[in-house]
Protein backbone atom coordinates (compact mmCIF):
# COMPACT_ATOMS: atom_id res chain seq x y z
CA UNK A 1 0.00 0.00 0.00
CA UNK A 2 1.17 3.11 -1.11
CA UNK A 3 1.66 6.05 1.79
CA UNK A 4 -1.07 8.29 3.08
CA UNK A 5 -0.52 11.77 4.77
CA UNK A 6 -2.38 11.77 8.17
CA UNK A 7 -2.11 14.51 11.04
CA UNK A 8 -2.05 12.85 14.80
CA UNK A 9 -3.44 15.25 17.80
CA UNK A 10 -1.91 14.44 21.09
CA UNK A 11 -3.03 16.39 24.65
CA UNK A 12 -0.84 14.09 27.30
CA UNK A 13 -1.05 13.70 30.81
CA UNK A 14 1.36 16.66 31.43
CA UNK A 15 -1.25 19.11 29.97
CA UNK A 16 1.30 20.98 28.67
CA UNK A 17 -0.40 21.57 25.04
CA UNK A 18 -1.71 19.93 22.04
CA UNK A 19 1.15 18.60 19.77
CA UNK A 20 0.31 17.88 15.89
CA UNK A 21 2.29 16.19 13.31
CA UNK A 22 2.16 15.23 10.06
CA UNK A 23 3.69 12.29 8.44
CA UNK A 24 3.64 10.20 5.38
CA UNK A 25 2.88 6.07 6.49
CA UNK A 26 1.08 3.50 5.73
CA UNK A 27 0.51 2.16 8.87
CA UNK A 28 3.63 -0.60 8.86
CA UNK A 29 6.60 2.12 7.30
CA UNK A 30 7.27 5.92 7.72
CA UNK A 31 7.95 7.49 4.58
CA UNK A 32 8.39 11.19 5.27
CA UNK A 33 8.62 12.73 8.83
CA UNK A 34 5.82 16.34 8.03
CA UNK A 35 5.73 19.51 10.07
CA UNK A 36 4.78 19.80 13.64
CA UNK A 37 2.98 22.17 15.84
CA UNK A 38 2.61 22.68 19.18
CA UNK A 39 -0.10 25.14 20.85
CA UNK A 40 0.62 25.74 24.92
CA UNK A 41 -2.56 25.70 27.25
CA UNK A 42 -3.21 28.87 29.01
CA UNK A 43 -3.49 28.90 32.45
CA UNK A 44 -6.91 28.90 31.97
CA UNK A 45 -7.93 26.69 30.30
CA UNK A 46 -5.40 24.16 32.00
CA UNK A 47 -7.48 25.13 34.92
CA UNK A 48 -10.68 23.81 33.57
CA UNK A 49 -8.51 20.19 32.54
CA UNK A 50 -7.48 19.67 35.88
CA UNK A 51 -10.62 20.37 37.40
CA UNK A 52 -12.08 17.82 34.72
CA UNK A 53 -9.42 15.20 36.31
CA UNK A 54 -10.59 15.72 39.62
CA UNK A 55 -14.24 15.61 38.66
CA UNK A 56 -13.51 11.96 36.70
CA UNK A 57 -12.18 10.23 39.41
CA UNK A 58 -15.77 9.95 39.92
CA UNK A 59 -17.13 8.69 36.76
CA UNK A 60 -18.82 5.07 36.31
CA UNK A 61 -20.21 5.87 32.87
CA UNK A 62 -17.24 6.27 30.10
CA UNK A 63 -20.40 8.16 28.28
CA UNK A 64 -21.14 10.46 31.02
CA UNK A 65 -19.86 14.52 30.72
CA UNK A 66 -21.79 16.10 33.87
CA UNK A 67 -20.55 19.64 34.41
CA UNK A 68 -16.78 20.36 33.85
CA UNK A 69 -16.36 17.56 32.14
CA UNK A 70 -18.53 18.47 29.25
CA UNK A 71 -16.86 22.02 29.32
CA UNK A 72 -13.69 20.16 28.87
CA UNK A 73 -14.94 18.00 25.87
CA UNK A 74 -15.79 20.86 24.02
CA UNK A 75 -12.22 22.92 24.77
CA UNK A 76 -10.48 19.54 23.52
CA UNK A 77 -12.14 19.23 20.51
CA UNK A 78 -11.86 22.93 19.12
CA UNK A 79 -8.53 23.40 20.24
CA UNK A 80 -7.53 20.43 18.61
CA UNK A 81 -9.63 21.69 15.24
CA UNK A 82 -7.75 24.97 15.57
CA UNK A 83 -4.21 22.75 15.92
CA UNK A 84 -5.41 21.22 13.03
CA UNK A 85 -6.63 24.56 11.01
CA UNK A 86 -3.40 26.02 11.55
CA UNK A 87 -0.85 23.46 10.50
CA UNK A 88 -3.15 22.97 7.60
CA UNK A 89 -2.96 27.10 6.92
CA UNK A 90 0.66 27.84 7.57
CA UNK A 91 1.92 24.66 5.35
CA UNK A 92 -0.05 25.17 2.19
CA UNK A 93 -1.59 21.89 3.02
CA UNK A 94 -5.26 21.24 1.41
CA UNK A 95 -7.66 19.11 3.69
CA UNK A 96 -8.26 17.01 0.65
CA UNK A 97 -4.45 15.77 0.64
CA UNK A 98 -4.93 14.58 4.46
CA UNK A 99 -6.28 10.96 4.60
CA UNK A 100 -6.95 11.01 8.84
CA UNK A 101 -6.61 12.91 11.68
CA UNK A 102 -6.23 10.49 14.67
CA UNK A 103 -7.13 11.98 17.62
CA UNK A 104 -6.35 10.83 20.92
CA UNK A 105 -7.95 13.37 22.87
CA UNK A 106 -7.65 13.97 26.85
CA UNK A 107 -7.43 11.46 29.16
CA UNK A 108 -9.52 12.31 32.59
CA UNK A 109 -9.85 8.62 33.76
CA UNK A 110 -7.83 4.78 33.31
CA UNK A 111 -8.55 2.50 35.54
CA UNK A 112 -8.19 -0.57 33.17
CA UNK A 113 -9.05 -3.22 36.25
CA UNK A 114 -12.04 -1.36 36.31
CA UNK A 115 -12.45 -1.62 32.33
CA UNK A 116 -13.05 2.10 32.20
CA UNK A 117 -10.92 4.85 30.35
CA UNK A 118 -12.12 7.81 29.52
CA UNK A 119 -10.69 10.61 26.59
CA UNK A 120 -12.93 13.80 26.23
CA UNK A 121 -13.03 15.44 23.12
CA UNK A 122 -15.96 14.70 20.61
CA UNK A 123 -14.52 12.81 17.57
CA UNK A 124 -17.59 13.14 14.92
CA UNK A 125 -17.44 17.04 15.58
CA UNK A 126 -14.00 17.07 14.37
CA UNK A 127 -14.46 15.39 11.78
CA UNK A 128 -17.47 17.99 11.11
CA UNK A 129 -15.72 20.52 11.70
CA UNK A 130 -12.29 19.63 9.51
CA UNK A 131 -14.15 18.05 6.77
CA UNK A 132 -11.26 15.09 7.27
CA UNK A 133 -12.29 11.21 8.30
CA UNK A 134 -11.36 11.47 12.03
CA UNK A 135 -9.83 8.09 14.19
CA UNK A 136 -11.07 8.58 17.86
CA UNK A 137 -11.36 5.96 20.96
CA UNK A 138 -8.19 4.13 20.55
CA UNK A 139 -8.19 2.76 23.63
CA UNK A 140 -11.78 0.95 24.25
CA UNK A 141 -11.84 -2.45 22.30
CA UNK A 142 -9.03 -2.92 23.75
CA UNK A 143 -9.95 -2.56 27.75
CA UNK A 144 -13.05 -4.15 26.41
CA UNK A 145 -11.03 -7.25 25.46
CA UNK A 146 -9.35 -7.20 29.15
CA UNK A 147 -6.11 -5.52 27.92
CA UNK A 148 -4.58 -2.40 30.03
CA UNK A 149 -5.84 -0.25 26.58
CA UNK A 150 -2.29 1.21 27.61
CA UNK A 151 0.59 2.03 26.25
CA UNK A 152 -0.81 2.55 22.53
CA UNK A 153 2.43 3.87 20.87
CA UNK A 154 4.11 0.60 20.78
CA UNK A 155 3.54 -0.16 17.35
CA UNK A 156 4.79 3.14 16.03
CA UNK A 157 8.22 3.26 17.98
CA UNK A 158 8.70 0.10 16.63
CA UNK A 159 8.45 1.25 13.28
CA UNK A 160 10.24 4.78 13.85
CA UNK A 161 13.49 2.36 15.38
CA UNK A 162 13.84 1.15 12.22
CA UNK A 163 14.94 4.52 11.04
CA UNK A 164 18.06 4.61 12.76
CA UNK A 165 20.85 2.30 13.55
CA UNK A 166 21.26 1.67 17.41
CA UNK A 167 22.42 -1.79 18.88
CA UNK A 168 19.81 -4.17 20.39
CA UNK A 169 18.31 -4.48 21.92
CA UNK A 170 16.72 -0.79 21.89
CA UNK A 171 14.13 1.05 24.78
CA UNK A 172 12.13 3.95 23.76
CA UNK A 173 11.10 5.60 26.46
CA UNK A 174 8.38 8.40 26.48
CA UNK A 175 8.29 10.61 29.56
CA UNK A 176 4.50 12.62 29.51
CA UNK A 177 2.70 12.87 32.70
CA UNK A 178 3.19 9.35 33.14
CA UNK A 179 6.35 7.01 31.52
CA UNK A 180 6.10 4.28 29.70
CA UNK A 181 8.76 2.39 27.67
CA UNK A 182 9.29 0.48 24.06
CA UNK A 183 11.52 -2.60 24.15
CA UNK A 184 12.84 -3.74 20.87
CA UNK A 185 14.70 -6.95 19.65
CA UNK A 186 13.63 -7.80 16.21
CA UNK A 187 10.98 -9.71 17.61
CA UNK A 188 7.32 -9.75 16.06
CA UNK A 189 6.03 -7.25 18.80
CA UNK A 190 7.06 -5.03 20.64
CA UNK A 191 7.05 -5.11 24.83
CA UNK A 192 5.80 -2.34 26.72
CA UNK A 193 4.09 -1.40 29.83
CA UNK A 194 4.21 2.17 31.55
CA UNK A 195 6.82 2.30 34.07
CA UNK A 196 5.41 4.80 37.22
CA UNK A 197 5.03 8.63 37.55
CA UNK A 198 6.86 10.82 34.56
CA UNK A 199 6.46 14.29 34.49
CA UNK A 200 3.20 14.46 36.75
CA UNK A 201 4.43 14.81 40.10
CA UNK A 202 7.09 17.08 39.30
CA UNK A 203 4.99 19.21 37.90
CA UNK A 204 2.24 19.33 40.45
CA UNK A 205 5.03 20.05 42.90
CA UNK A 206 6.86 22.71 41.27
CA UNK A 207 3.34 24.57 40.09
CA UNK A 208 2.23 24.20 44.13
CA UNK A 209 5.77 25.79 45.58
CA UNK A 210 6.52 27.90 43.07
CA UNK A 211 3.74 29.01 40.79
CA UNK A 212 6.13 27.64 37.78
CA UNK A 213 4.13 24.75 35.26
CA UNK A 214 7.20 22.48 35.34
CA UNK A 215 10.90 22.54 36.55
CA UNK A 216 12.59 24.19 33.36
CA UNK A 217 15.69 22.28 32.27
CA UNK A 218 15.71 20.12 35.62
CA UNK A 219 17.30 23.75 37.21
CA UNK A 220 15.69 23.37 40.35
CA UNK A 221 16.34 19.71 40.47
CA UNK A 222 20.22 20.06 39.59
CA UNK A 223 20.45 21.78 43.47
CA UNK A 224 18.74 19.66 45.03
CA UNK A 225 19.30 16.13 46.88
CA UNK A 226 16.84 13.31 46.32
CA UNK A 227 15.23 11.44 50.26
CA UNK A 228 16.18 8.08 49.28
CA UNK A 229 14.47 6.99 52.06
CA UNK A 230 10.91 8.24 50.58
CA UNK A 231 11.78 7.19 47.05
CA UNK A 232 12.65 3.79 48.41
CA UNK A 233 8.96 3.92 50.44
CA UNK A 234 7.00 4.93 47.35
CA UNK A 235 8.75 1.62 45.05
CA UNK A 236 7.68 -0.50 47.48
CA UNK A 237 4.38 -0.04 45.48
CA UNK A 238 2.99 -3.60 44.04
CA UNK A 239 2.68 -1.91 40.69
CA UNK A 240 6.69 -1.60 40.73
CA UNK A 241 7.03 -5.78 41.01
CA UNK A 242 4.27 -6.18 38.19
CA UNK A 243 6.04 -7.71 34.95
CA UNK A 244 4.77 -5.55 31.42
CA UNK A 245 2.36 -5.35 30.33
CA UNK A 246 1.02 -2.58 32.83
CA UNK A 247 -0.63 0.53 32.78
CA UNK A 248 -1.63 3.25 35.74
CA UNK A 249 -3.68 6.34 35.91
CA UNK A 250 -1.76 9.54 36.27
CA UNK A 251 -3.30 10.02 40.12
CA UNK A 252 -2.44 7.07 41.03
CA UNK A 253 0.77 8.28 42.55
CA UNK A 254 -1.17 11.67 43.37
CA UNK A 255 1.18 13.51 46.62
CA UNK A 256 -2.34 12.38 48.64
CA UNK A 257 -1.52 8.63 48.11
CA UNK A 258 2.23 9.10 48.82
CA UNK A 259 2.39 11.16 51.56
CA UNK A 260 4.94 13.87 50.58
CA UNK A 261 7.54 15.05 52.96
CA UNK A 262 8.04 18.98 53.17
CA UNK A 263 10.71 19.33 51.15
CA UNK A 264 12.47 22.31 49.92
CA UNK A 265 11.49 23.58 46.47
CA UNK A 266 15.16 21.77 45.18
CA UNK A 267 14.93 18.62 47.57
CA UNK A 268 11.82 17.96 46.42
CA UNK A 269 11.90 18.38 42.55
CA UNK A 270 15.06 16.33 42.52
CA UNK A 271 13.71 14.19 45.17
CA UNK A 272 10.54 13.52 42.54
CA UNK A 273 13.21 13.44 39.65
CA UNK A 274 14.97 10.48 41.12
CA UNK A 275 11.46 8.64 41.77
CA UNK A 276 10.82 8.91 37.90
CA UNK A 277 14.39 7.77 36.91
CA UNK A 278 14.57 4.97 39.73
CA UNK A 279 10.99 4.02 38.47
CA UNK A 280 12.36 3.53 34.82
CA UNK A 281 15.27 1.45 36.08
CA UNK A 282 12.94 -1.35 38.12
CA UNK A 283 11.41 -1.97 35.00
CA UNK A 284 14.42 -3.12 33.40
CA UNK A 285 14.92 -6.49 35.08
CA UNK A 286 10.99 -7.44 33.81
CA UNK A 287 12.81 -7.35 30.35
CA UNK A 288 14.18 -10.26 28.38
CA UNK A 289 17.33 -8.53 28.26
CA UNK A 290 18.68 -5.04 29.34
CA UNK A 291 18.36 -2.51 26.78
CA UNK A 292 22.01 -1.49 25.29
CA UNK A 293 20.24 2.28 23.58
CA UNK A 294 17.82 3.97 24.99
CA UNK A 295 15.77 7.15 22.99
CA UNK A 296 13.84 9.50 25.45
CA UNK A 297 11.17 11.60 24.06
CA UNK A 298 8.19 13.64 25.73
CA UNK A 299 8.92 16.44 27.88
CA UNK A 300 11.09 15.03 30.28
CA UNK A 301 13.38 14.91 27.06
CA UNK A 302 14.00 18.60 27.71
CA UNK A 303 14.76 18.35 31.41
CA UNK A 304 18.71 18.26 31.00
CA UNK A 305 18.71 17.10 34.97
CA UNK A 306 16.36 14.27 34.21
CA UNK A 307 18.46 12.97 31.64
CA UNK A 308 21.90 13.32 33.38
CA UNK A 309 20.28 11.04 36.41
CA UNK A 310 18.95 8.59 33.55
CA UNK A 311 21.82 8.47 31.98
CA UNK A 312 23.65 7.96 34.99
CA UNK A 313 21.75 5.14 36.09
CA UNK A 314 21.12 3.40 32.58
CA UNK A 315 24.86 2.95 32.10
CA UNK A 316 26.66 1.78 30.28
CA UNK A 317 23.58 1.78 27.72
CA UNK A 318 23.67 4.93 25.76
CA UNK A 319 20.71 7.43 26.73
CA UNK A 320 19.99 10.45 24.07
CA UNK A 321 17.02 11.99 23.19
CA UNK A 322 14.71 11.63 19.71
CA UNK A 323 16.05 14.85 18.81
CA UNK A 324 19.50 13.24 19.42
CA UNK A 325 18.80 10.83 17.27
CA UNK A 326 16.90 12.91 14.78
CA UNK A 327 13.40 12.36 15.39
CA UNK A 328 10.95 14.98 17.48
CA UNK A 329 11.16 14.62 21.35
CA UNK A 330 8.16 16.79 21.32
CA UNK A 331 6.15 15.49 18.01
CA UNK A 332 6.46 11.55 18.90
CA UNK A 333 3.79 10.57 20.25
CA UNK A 334 1.63 13.33 17.81
CA UNK A 335 3.30 11.41 15.48
CA UNK A 336 1.93 8.03 16.71
CA UNK A 337 -1.09 8.48 16.71
CA UNK A 338 -1.34 9.60 12.96
CA UNK A 339 0.42 6.21 12.37
CA UNK A 340 -1.81 4.64 14.23
CA UNK A 341 -5.28 6.06 12.51
CA UNK A 342 -4.05 4.55 9.31
CA UNK A 343 -3.90 1.39 11.02
CA UNK A 344 -6.80 1.51 12.09
CA UNK A 345 -8.32 2.49 8.52
CA UNK A 346 -6.17 -0.25 7.75
CA UNK A 347 -8.01 -2.98 10.54
CA UNK A 348 -4.26 -3.92 11.63
CA UNK A 349 -3.88 -4.11 15.31
CA UNK A 350 -2.54 -1.08 17.70
CA UNK A 351 -2.05 -3.62 20.45
CA UNK A 352 -0.66 -6.65 21.46
CA UNK A 353 -0.30 -9.12 24.25
CA UNK A 354 3.31 -7.76 25.00
CA UNK A 355 2.35 -4.20 25.42
CA UNK A 356 -1.33 -4.34 26.62
CA UNK A 357 -1.96 -7.66 27.71
CA UNK A 358 -4.83 -7.50 25.79
CA UNK A 359 -5.62 -11.56 24.69
CA UNK A 360 -4.67 -11.46 20.98
CA UNK A 361 -3.12 -8.39 18.84
CA UNK A 362 -6.43 -6.47 18.86
CA UNK A 363 -7.48 -3.60 16.44
CA UNK A 364 -8.94 -0.02 17.79
CA UNK A 365 -10.29 2.96 17.01
CA UNK A 366 -13.12 4.51 16.08
CA UNK A 367 -13.74 6.41 12.56
CA UNK A 368 -15.81 9.19 12.14
CA UNK A 369 -16.67 10.60 8.42
CA UNK A 370 -17.16 14.28 8.03
Not at 103 to 130: D, N, Y
Not at 282 to 311: Q, S
Request: glycine share 10%; aromatic share 6%.
Amino acid sequence: MPGVLAIGLMSGTSLDGVDAAVIETDGERIFNFGPTFCRPYPDEERDVLREALAAAVSLTDRNARPGVLAVAEALITATHAEVVEHVLRENAISARDIAVVGFHGQTVIHKPQSRLTVQVGHGPALARRLGIPVVHDFRQEDIQAGGQGAPLVPVYHRAIIQTVIRPHPVAVLNIGGVANITFVNGGPDPIACDTGPGNALIDDFMRARTGAPYDDNGDAAAGGTPDQAFIARVLAHPFFDLKPPKSLDRNAFAFANIGLPEFSVADGAATLSALTVEAVARVVPHLPEPPRAWVVGGGGARNRTLMKMLGDKLAPASVETADQAGWSADALEAQAFAFLAVRSMRGLPITFPTTSGAPRPMPGGVLARP
